[in-house]
């Protein structure tokens, strides 16, 4: 069984989901989203996302983080915002010692609603009846225990394959 | 007398810079770059932006950290880029319980070399007049400098005017 983190950062909200599984399992442990007050300054800011992302490690115990890719933003100005914010995520994972793990949007469609091209309802809906959560998700955190379960099945295939004379 | 640690941030390189001073001397103290691995993994970067310029805070101990506001690049992926290095950079300031203060390239210009529009190569001869430095300086450490000129004269200035009496 392995726990990863799933984190989705944005400017204003940054969704986070902790899941466990080994690719046959999953288990719902956790999640949530960071607010941040956007009238406060940007160095507080990035500190919010960064302490907040420390501390659910710290409580429950990962041992992956994964994020998605990014290449694509609305602009200029809120490529640079959603860097920010997920340079603070990344360096939360990294700083607290865990590995740190990129997917495409098209691989975590894929791994969660078995569609690359699947609207993003249909992932949320999809996470929702995998981990078995009732009642509304926030759509960062849902996206965030998405690439989450995506990490964990990809995780465990590659494991599946190395494992001698296992198929 | 106030330490500032000026940073410019990049996907590449990173310049930094530390200048002391009061609004009438100013005194040049360090820079530096550091040099991003092309090949290594985004948040193993990450983590080199953000442990040497906290091992420079460490070193030589500014009370405030000035980084020049950003708000173009030359597309999105640099954007994103770009942001992810400036939350690093930024972050290592917080963590270190610097006062974080962002200025415009314009201000930055003015301050350094009397004139908004100075070419970029204007800013640089300053900067090493302003602070006798000998020798080229990287690009990015001399911006890195520039910034934190800007930051000693804005913060100076500032302070004059809350002195009672004080013109």
């Not at 302490?51 to 983080?65: D, N, T, V």
């Not at 309802?121 to 225990?145: F, T, Y």
Request: with cysteine.
């Amino acid at each position: 069984m392995i726990r990863t983190i799933g984190v989705d950062p944005g400017s204003r909200y940054t969704g986070y989901g902790i899941v466990e599984g080994d690719g046959f399992r999953l288990k719902y442990i956790h999640h949530g989203t960071v607010k941040l007050p956007p009238a406060r300054p940007l160095s507080e800011r990035l500190q919010i996302i960064f302490e907040q992302i420390k501390a659910s490690i710290l409580e429950y115990s990962p041992q992956f983080m994964a994020v998605e890719e990014v290449f694509f933003a609305k602009n200029v100005k809120s490529a640079l915002s959603l860097g920010q914010a997920r340079g603070a995520v990344i360096l939360a994972g990294v700083s607290s010692g865990l590995s740190i793990h990129e997917y495409s949007a098209l691989r975590i469609k894929q791994s969660v609603a078995g569609y690359g091209r699947a609207a993003k309802e249909q992932v949320a809906g999809m996470v929702q009846r995998l981990l078995s959560i009732e009642g509304e998700i926030e759509p960062n955190a849902a996206d965030a225990l998405a690439v989450a379960v995506c990490h964990i099945s990809t995780h465990s295939s590659n494991l599946r394959w190395k494992i001698p004379g296992g198929s």
